[in-house]
């Protein structure tokens, strides 16, 4: 515990100190019309999570290092990325080095081609939906503690081998970094190094927690972001949208800016609803009543009640922007 609150408080040295240096910089976010923001804001407070991982590396023993190393790499490329924006082909090209150190730490190699193809899509298209999805105040940090927590029990129940310390000192940072995002005027963004290293960090427990359970239906931990993100890009694939490009069209960006929904508000409404579905799939499984069926059975309830959702937001937008 005293190691823990020694390195709490490093953390907020160092995010302090990391104001200053984006204050001196310029490394801000400038709102523009397709922000959820109107006022200019410290870009890249995110990367106290993977610093967060780096001091767990040094502090509690060199293990992992590959995912480690691709986790770094992530962060560098993403921090740079926020500082100076970079050609769409060298991101992509450190993702796909990235989550392939991620895979062999895992030996996920070892499987047949078309599960590495499949968790290759996985992981990649969820890092870029978590990193797409940090768009208002709280609700990637929200999010992420939701997940982080869940692992965390799931690790103490299970007896699992997802390291206790590492999924500690990672809740201990967004806690951090909530204190400085999750409010009405955020004093600063995750900026990609921190919505990226967040999702590479789920994905890495996430393939974890699949791997020692031998249980795919954990995957629906990830469901209310999955959700949302599938049927947003559907949405704009439709509308024939450049599906890369930033824009205000996810259901949380609705209710936060055409139906002026408080940012906090609709951050809490989506780590709650995710927080209740994991509870929902965690009691299911002790209880040996999922099944692959069973859960895909609540993957389409949850997606039939999202579009309900959805619609009944934009007609009421297109009701309000014709009063």
Known sequence: MFLYS??????????????RLAAHYNIID???????HTYITVRGGGIVFPVAVVLWFLFFGFENIYMVAGLMA????????????????????????????????????????WLVLAAYIFTI??????????????IAVLYALVSLLTF??????????????????LILASLLFSWFNLRRRARCFAGDVGSVSLA?????????????????????LFSVYAIDSVFTIIHRLLKRENIFQAHRSHLYQYLSNELKWPHVWVSISYAVVQAVTNLAIILLIQQQIMTLW??????????VIYLMLRFGVLRRISIVSKA
């Open 74 to 113: 992530m962060a560098v490329i993403s921090f740079i990325d926020d500082v100076n924006t970079l050609s769409g082909k060298i991101r992509i090209a450190i993702h796909l080095l990235a989550v392939s150190l991620l895979f062999y730490q895992l030996a996920i190699f070892s499987l047949p081609w």
């Open 6 to 19: 020694i390195l709490f408080i490093l953390l907020y040295a160092l995010m302090l100190a990391y104001f």
């Open 125 to 138: 298209g969820w890092i870029n939906a978590f990193n797409f999805m940090d768009g208002i105040n709280g």
């Open 294 to 303: 069973l859960g895909a059975c609540i993957l389409a309830l949850q997606s």
């Open 152 to 169: 965390y029990y799931l690790t103490l129940t299970l007896n699992l081998n997802l390291n206790l310390n590492l999924l500690t000192l």
């Open 200 to 220: 590479f960090m789920l994905a890495w427990f996430m393939i974890s927690l699949i791997q020692t359970t031998g249980r795919p239906e954990y995957i629906l």
């Open 30 to 36: 400038k709102p523009n019309q397709r922000s959820s």
